[in-house]
């Protein structure tokens, strides 16, 4: 299990240094082996951070981050780092950054070799990229002896979860895999998603896409300004969200025959004629403390003050 206890991640900022920026505070919430969980926010609410902390591209700035009861942040020296990249990789949006432009494309692919496989012979090895390409439902004649720039994202991106797939991994970052792909392409990827997610990989999947976290998630995190405000069961999340921020965000989704103002002043008339009173709704002065309420089994959100303006 991929687990975040109560993590906080404090970027140093200002010209030199000197200035502190706290981009995730005390979140808490698992990955499972074969399950997908989406994390949801708008642009800057820390999504990226919890992924970039988990594979260890930002450190832990409090709470930590375990991997099948390891703590990534004691991880130290080549040996180490190389058995949790063996079980944990991310995909990003931009493919083309992952690759160096002056070496084919396919050298994610002999580095991995190198670096994992030195005793698999060239034939076995030839095999087992040909069939991962084939999960990924590329051609090899397609892809193969190819520089970054004669590849789409797309292709380029699957090339990326065919490299996971040669590594057989347990976990994988997914950030925004999906958006700088067109159409058919997307549902291609999400379906390969899927098909991981059975074969028992455990998917952290960022993205501001709601409609893409409804599709292919079974547990769905909503970050608001680094904090966890609701998270669970992704159909309990998106059937009846409690928190405000993730009630402005699944109505700010565009409804085609109608403007944000009039959705906008529906929500606070709701707001207002609701008079119902739960455990997670704060007196006035009460701090937002960071444990999240449990709304129903599966399903939990932050404490907030009512009618409070997100
Ligand atoms: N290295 C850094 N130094 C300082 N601040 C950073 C750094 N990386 C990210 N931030 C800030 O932390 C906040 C969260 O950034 P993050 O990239 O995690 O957000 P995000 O939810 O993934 O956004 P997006 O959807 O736009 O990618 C932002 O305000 C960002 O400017």
């Known amino acids: 299990m991929l687990k975040f206890d109560r993590v906080t991640k404090v970027y140093k900022v200002g010209a030199f240094g000197g200035g502190e920026f706290t981009a995730v505070r005390d979140a808490s919430f698992e990955v499972r082996p074969g399950e997908v969980v989406s994390l949801i926010g708008e642009s800057g609410s820390g999504k990226s951070t919890l992924g970039k902390m988990a594979l260890r591209i930002a450190s832990v700035s409090k709470g930590k981050i375990t991997c099948d009861g390891i703590d990534v942040s004691t991880l130290r020296g080549h040996r180490a780092l190389k058995d949790y990249y063996r079980k944990v990789q991310g995909v990003f949006q931009d493919p083309f950054s992952s690759y160096n432009p002056i070496f084919k494309a396919d050298r994610v692919f002999s580095m991995i070799r190198e670096e994992y496989y030195p005793e698999v012979s060239q034939s076995e090895w030839q095999d087992r990229v040909a069939e991962a390409l084939k999960v ?26 065919a490299r996971a797939l040669l590594l057989d ?21 999400l379906n390969l998603l899927a098909d991981l997610k059975a074969r028992g990989m ?9 409609a893409l976290g409804n599709y292919i998630s079974d547990q769905t995190v909503i970050l608001y300004k680094g904090e966890i405000v609701e998270r669970g069961v992704t159909e309990k999340v998106f059937s009846d969200p409690r928190h405000p921020y993730t009630k402005k965000l699944f109505a700010s989704v565009p409804q085609f025959h109608k403007k944000w103002e009039e959705v906008e002043a529906e929500l606070r008339a709701k707001e207002a004629a609701d008079t119902s009173t739960h455990p997670y709704h704060l ?20 404490p907030f003050h009512r009618r409070a303006a997100v």
């Open 136 to 161: 990924v439902r590329l051609d090899p004649n397609q892809v193969l002896g190819k520089y970054p720039h004669q590849l789409s994202g797309g292709q380029l991106q699957r090339m990326l979860l």
């Open 169 to 189: 991994i347990d976990y994988l970052v997914a950030d925004e895999v999906i958006s700088m792909l067109d159409a058919s392409t997307r549902i291609d990827v």
């Open 283 to 302: 007196e006035e002065g009460q701090e937002v403390p960071s444990e999240l309420v449990q709304v129903s089994e599966g399903h939990y959100v932050q």
């Open 202 to 210: 455990g998917i952290l999947f960022v993205t501001h896409d709601l």
